[in-house]
């Protein structure tokens, strides 16, 4: 296993900010968004679809699509700044030191290579391993993601393998180079709940094993609560709760995060009941002045229609961006003892 850094963070997003800009509009995907992953940490992005997580995920590589373009903000990754690398020093660092798994992998394996030459042409990429140690390296890739019989599945092309498969294929290319990040985005979201279950203990398995940091994208809290150290709670293209994952789903400080946690559904517990958030997202072109989340929140004052809402500390490491957040933590912290969590 190589030698792991721990001077300070992996990876530091500081005030990023990515709009699609269209001839009449421009929608604000991702505004003013920070935060931290160290060594060997996993940290979730979490919420509703929309709220600007994927937009994250591809921010940080530089990957965003026409007409999205990241308006400004750093990515550091150990101290140095992503966004102003030039596009050779980028590819070095992206599916070598960092890689990324895509929530749909059959739209982003090629359809007519076998994956173990997929895998090897990572490997020989960034790590100039000759043919031969490449293609071994990824039949031991294969078998690290528990791929059965990974000699053969190596020869396999991606449309003879199950969606689980492929997407341990995915995992495996991102695994091949030993990254020091790994950003996750929705990658069980296909999946069955066996496979699910199988994929997260992976996570915890190569965490353990080979250090490496996770951020993970999810609108899933049961991953959460199950899987990841941290969790930023994202709505409206801003990270609006972030906190210690068990702070934040027993102690929620933000009425957006309480209304995700009442909506997970408790197998077994008949008394429990699902609790909608009333409402949908505002347009992202189009945000409402002062809190977004105000035109659906049962707490929501006038005060909150007005101006910006600062994150506010509410514990060691707790942030939420609620003028009222005081209170939306003792309440929440009632309703966990009354109803549980996920």
């Not at 997929?118 to 890739?141: C, P, S």
């Not at 094993?209 to 959460?224: K, N, P, R």
Request: glycine share 10%; charged share 25%; proline share 6%.
């Amino acid at each position: 296993m190589r030698e792991m850094r721990t001077d300070g963070p992996i990876l530091e997003v500081k005030n990023l900010s990515t709009y699609f800009i269209y001839r009449d509009r421009t929608v604000k995907a991702v505004d003013d968004v920070s935060f931290r992953v160290h060594t060997g940490e996993i940290f979730a992005i979490a919420g509703e679809s929309g709220a600007g997580k994927s937009v994250i995920a591809l921010s940080t590589l530089r990957l965003v699509p026409q007409p999205g373009k990241i308006m400004g903000g750093e990515i550091l990754y150990w101290g140095q700044d992503l966004l102003r690398m030039s596009e050779a020093e980028l590819r070095k660092i992206r599916g070598g030191r960092i890689s990324m798994i895509f929530q749909n992998p059959m739209t982003s394996l090629d359809p007519v290579f076998p994956i173990g030459e997929q895998i090897a042409e990572t490997v020989r990429f960034h790590k100039g391993i000759e043919k031969k140690g490449a293609w071994g390296r990824a039949v031991e890739m294969l078998q690290l993601v528990n791929m059965p019989d990974p000699e053969r599945r190596a020869d396999a092309y991606p449309y003879e393998l199950s969606g689980g498969m492929q997407q341990r294929t995915m995992i495996a290319i991102g695994l091949s180079c030993e990254p020091d990040l790994i950003i996750a985005d929705n990658p069980t979201t296909a999946l069955d709940v066996t496979i699910q279950m199988q994929f997260l203990s992976l996570c915890r398995q190569i965490r353990s094993e080979l250090g490496t940091a996770f951020v993970y994208i999810t609108h899933d809290l049961g991953v959460v609560a199950k899987l990841c150290d941290r969790v930023g709670v994202m709505y409206a293209g801003r990270i609006v709760e972030e906190g210690d994952t068990v702070q934040v789903l027993t102690a929620a400080a933000h009425p957006y995060t309480v209304g995700l946690i009442r909506a997970v559904p408790k197998l077994g517990d008949r008394r429990s009941r699902l609790v909608p958030i009333e409402g949908k997202q505002p347009d992202l072109s189009s945000l409402p002045p002062g809190c977004p989340f105000a035109p659906r929140c049962p707490m929501a004052k006038e005060v909150c229609r007005k101006g910006e809402i600062p994150a506010k500390p509410v514990g060691d490491g707790h942030y939420a961006r609620c003028l009222f957040a005081d209170r939306v933590m003792e309440e929440s912290k009632k309703s966990y003892r009354e109803i549980g969590h996920v």
